[in-house]
């Protein structure tokens, strides 16, 4: 009798559990270590790479539809962010931890003054497909010119 008391546990200790309820870790995304390729850049020629770390505990970072952006960029000269898509890092119904890193391209930096040169620093962010935003981090100062 004991033995089909401990079956039957064990059964409904195996089948009862949803893979979707396991928890991995913490569902907020962590970003860290924000680089950029240079510190000097000549306007309209080079590109900007920003790269940077990230960390999810439920791994729902991304998403299918290209028209969902969840990467945020700001340029700390402006008042507005510009937005990027991220596809998913992680098989779509998982909850598995994920890490990693990301870059970022941005061509055509430019000057914004009458100047000869300008520096700037960049503002980052990322949201996972539960709506949940990341620390924010600040890249270093790089330089523009003409």
Request: proline content about 3%; hydrophobic content about 35%.
């Given at each position: 009798?004991?033995?089909?008391?401990?079956?039957?546990?064990?059964?409904?200790?195996?089948?009862?559990?949803?893979?979707?309820?396991?928890?991995?870790?913490?569902?907020?995304?962590?970003?860290?270590?924000?680089?950029?390729?240079?510190?000097?850049y000549?306007?309209?020629?080079?590109?900007?790479?920003?790269?940077?770390?990230?960390?999810?505990g439920?791994?729902?970072?991304?998403?299918?539809?290209?028209?969902?952006?969840?990467?945020?960029?700001?340029?700390?000269?402006?008042?507005?962010?510009?937005?990027?898509?991220?596809?998913?890092?992680?098989?779509?119904?998982?909850?598995?931890?994920?890490?990693?890193?990301?870059?970022?391209?941005?061509?055509?930096?430019?000057?914004?003054?009458?100047?000869?040169?300008?520096?700037?620093?960049?503002?980052?962010?990322?949201?996972?497909?539960?709506?949940?935003?990341?620390?924010?981090l600040i890249s270093?100062?790089?330089?523009?010119?003409?």
């Amino acid at each position: 009798m004991l033995k089909i008391n401990v079956l039957i546990f064990l059964s409904l200790l195996i089948f009862g559990c949803k893979y979707n309820d396991i928890y991995t870790g913490d569902p907020i995304p962590k970003i860290s270590n924000i680089t950029t390729n240079q510190t000097e850049y000549t306007q309209f020629t080079d590109t900007v790479v920003i790269g940077f770390d990230y960390q999810d505990g439920d791994g729902d970072l991304g998403f299918e539809s290209a028209d969902s952006l969840s990467v945020e960029v700001k340029d700390i000269r402006f008042v507005k962010a510009d937005y990027y898509h991220l596809k998913p890092l992680s098989p779509l119904g998982s909850k598995i931890a994920i890490s990693g890193k990301i870059k970022i391209s941005l061509k055509n930096i430019f000057l914004l003054g009458g100047g000869t040169t300008e520096s700037t620093k960049f503002q980052i962010r990322i949201k996972d497909r539960s709506q949940n935003w990341s620390n924010v981090l600040i890249s270093k100062s790089i330089n523009i010119k003409k």
